[in-house]
């Protein structure tokens, strides 16, 4: 059937044209763009022309393979060992790089585990981007539930009756409007490994006990303190979230719990949280989405290092992209974070599901 | 079981006091409804009774205990709300078991006590729906459940049937009355509703701005009523008034006048006029009629407007010597507009009250 709005409403299509037409060039075409050039071997500037290549872009970012490396030994086939004791092994390069072994061919060593006195070592064509990937999804493992669960704490102090409450509120939204580069610059200055707040301010809580560290120069703090940051900065965006969640509950339904005796406790348990259902999902959605898209505070504070510790799939896509001219890499990136996120939606969505 | 005395009960909002020293005394096993206009505080002092309000000044006693700051839990009440207040992401029978969830009572228990409700309330077959699959009626049927297996000595209906439409409003008003009968336990019901106060109500007491007008049973608050407010409030159609003159008072009886009536001798029980003195006549349309012979009658006027609701018919009245009145004449009568119209009256069923 057709309708007025496919026969005679050329006035109307002419005004949504613009807004249309910027949402295809920026949106809709770049979404196509990367899947397309994930299969190809373009180059942001090259004298040679693009060629297809299938999917040999995801298969040198995605391949692993184990290797299990048997300890050295000695003529009388005894294990040869270092001074403390621990087995020595042939280096993982001997096998990368032999002939026999083409399939290993290229792949540098991710991380190694034993088992006995073998030692297994997972190797990676693409040992950068797997950093990136278990750093990226720590991020978001960390940040749901932390950020969702500390929006949600902050939403319940704000929402009270208090003399001054809009203050508290007004604090703790503050980060949201300020820019996440000014945000990031401030927090290098914070975590600054020689006079930065944070020392300073754990070591007179100490009394001068504690040893300054470098926060973003270390890899076992660079991360955390990424992760820190990120929560301070949008828990006040999802607390108002939470916010107007918590206001759409009855009030009468709190004083039937106040009738029954329900402690603070049960009350939360039976009224507030399931009333906050549909809030939960989008939080928790919103946050996971975020937290994938984790760049600027990298790009800012780190760079990705130290040792590609906070390496993230984000950063890579543009590191890649456009540092490296490495288009058809950048959009493999891009189309891998979006099946990822693609994933965890759907599982999210099915999880939180109303069951009836 | 209890009976609960109000004495001197205060509550204020700040600065504006909206409960001014009310004192009612409720028996045992009595069914007593607060009723007033809007904002006279009724459902503030049933809120006092259950809890959820704090009581500023006075005392509040259930069954010969204070309870002005024993927690609503344990003051032996269950309360029943105008928006029924039942949870929607619990089933029927989690609803009416909210309370034994809360108290941590046993399952076997909690079992029984459901099931005894939905006997009572004739809900069994609803107990594994949800609230989104219930009438309006089903739903408040749902939190009397909640309230019964409480098992309080006391009950408070805040309103409950004014979000239901007129019919499922009388079929549970009668469900209502059988519940107290059936249980035995006192009831408070706050309605603006004067059906429902003269129907179900041992007791009714009149609020109006805080203040107790009058307690009383229903058919002593219609044929008795202690002022102006109280004679206007119940009844429907409203009582007429009629600004009167008192040209004679002696012994137990008053001569009035009015410009549109002759004057007329009437009963009082309490001498407490004065001659020439001013006063208000009351007289309830029902008690209007329509003499045989149109000559005489006390009242004369043309008839304004009709409405014929079959069983009776109810004609305002312009009266000649100015003033209008209205009639609730017992029979459907047909009445052209603007038609003459005489009307009659018994003094003995007239009210006189003092000018204020």
Redesign the interface.
């Known amino acids: 059937m057709a309708s007025k709005l496919t026969t005679s409403n050329a006035a109307g299509w002419a005004f949504a044209l613009p807004g249309f037409g910027l949402i295809c060039l920026f949106i809709v075409v770049p979404f196509f763009l990367a899947f397309a050039l994930s299969l190809t071997n373009q180059r942001l500037i090259s004298p040679n022309p693009t060629e297809y290549v299938g999917f040999a872009n995801y298969k040198s970012l995605l391949s692993l393979a184990v290797i299990t490396l048997e300890p050295e030994r000695d003529e009388d086939g005894e294990i040869v060992r270092d001074e403390d004791g621990t087995p020595e092994y042939p280096r993982v390069r001997t096998i990368t790089r032999n002939p026999d072994f083409p399939e290993y061919r290229g792949m540098r060593e991710w991380f190694r585990w034993h088992s006995g006195d073998n030692a297994r070592v997972v190797v990676a064509s693409d040992v950068v981007f797997m950093k990136a990937l278990v750093n990226t999804l720590t991020f978001a493992l960390v940040i749901a539930p932390g950020q969702g669960g500390l929006a949600l704490l902050l939403a319940l102090l704000i929402n009270q009756r208090l003399r001054g409450i809009n203050i508290f509120r007004t604090i703790y939204f503050m980060p949201v409007v300020v820019s996440i580069v000014v945000v990031s610059l401030l927090w290098r200055f914070i975590y600054d490994g020689n006079d930065g707040l944070l020392n300073n301010l754990l070591s007179g809580l100490t009394f001068g006990l504690f040893e300054p560290i470098d926060w973003l120069g270390r890899t076992d703090t660079a991360l955390g303190s990424i992760i820190a940051m990120s929560i301070w900065q949008a828990v006040g965006f999802h607390m108002v979230i939470w916010l107007a969640g918590l206001q759409t509950i009855?009030p009468?339904?709190y004083?039937?719990?106040?009738?029954?005796?329900?402690s603070k406790w049960?009350t939360f348990r039976?009224?507030t949280w399931?009333?906050l259902?549909n809030t939960a999902v989008l939080v928790l959605i919103v946050i996971t989405m975020q937290a994938f898209a984790l760049f600027a505070q990298i790009d800012v504070m780190t760079n990705g290092g130290p040792l590609d510790s906070t390496q993230t799939l984000v950063f890579q896509a543009v590191e890649r992209g456009y540092g490296k001219q490495d288009i058809s890499g950048g959009s493999t990136i891009s189309v891998v974070l979006f099946l990822i996120v693609l994933t965890i939606s759907l599982v999210q969505r099915y999880l939180t599901r109303e069951r009836? | 079981m209890a009976d609960v005395s109000l004495s001197q009960v205060r509550k204020s909002f700040g600065s504006a006091e909206v409960i001014k020293g009310v004192d009612i005394d409720i028996s045992d096993g009595e069914f007593v409804v607060f009723v007033g206009p809007s904002g006279c505080g009724k459902s503030t002092l049933l809120r006092m009774i259950a809890g959820l309000e704090d009581i500023t000044s006075g005392t509040l006693e259930i069954d010969g205990r204070v309870v002005n700051d024993v927690q609503p839990k344990d003051r032996g009440i269950a309360m029943v709300f105008q928006t029924y207040a039942i949870f929607p992401h619990m089933s029927v029978r989690e609803n009416v078991a909210f309370g034994l969830t809360i108290a941590g009572v046993s399952r076997d228990e909690k079992e029984r006590k459901v099931n005894e409700a939905a006997r009572i309330l004739q809900m069994e077959h609803l107990l594994d729906r949800r609230p989104s699959q219930l009438s309006g009626g089903q739903r408040q049927r749902v939190a009397i459940g909640r309230a019964i297996v409480r098992d309080p000595a006391v009950f408070l209906f805040d309103e409950p049937l004014s979000n239901l439409d007129a019919a499922l409003r009388m079929d549970m008003r009668m469900e209502i009355g059988k519940l107290h009968n059936q249980l035995g336990a006192t009831m408070i019901y706050v309605t603006h509703d004067q059906v429902e106060a003269m129907t179900l109500a041992d007791k009714i007491v009149v609020l109006r701005d805080g203040v107790v007008q009058q307690i009383g049973a229903p058919m002593e608050l219609y044929h008795k009523p202690a002022n102006l407010f109280v004679a206007g409030f119940i009844g429907s159609p409203s009582m007429n008034f009629m600004d009167v003159e008192v040209l004679e008072a002696a012994g137990d009886g008053v001569t009035v006048k009015a410009p549109a009536l002759d004057p007329v001798k009437l009963h009082v029980d309490e001498q407490t006029y004065a001659a020439h003195s001013k006063a208000k006549l009351g007289l309830r349309p029902q008690y209007l009629s329509v003499p045989d012979d149109a000559s005489k009658g006390t009242l004369h006027g043309t008839v304004a407007l009709v409405e014929r609701l079959g069983t009776e018919t109810v004609v305002n009245v312009e009266l000649t010597r100015g003033g209008r009145i209205v009639a609730a004449l017992s029979e459907d009568k047909p009445l052209d507009i603007g038609s003459e119209i005489a009307l009659d009256f018994d003094p003995a069923k007239a009210h006189l009250f003092a000018e204020p």
Do not use: F, M, N
């Open positions: 009855s009468t339904l004083e039937v719990a106040q009738i029954e005796g329900a049960q039976y009224v399931p009333g259902r009836s």
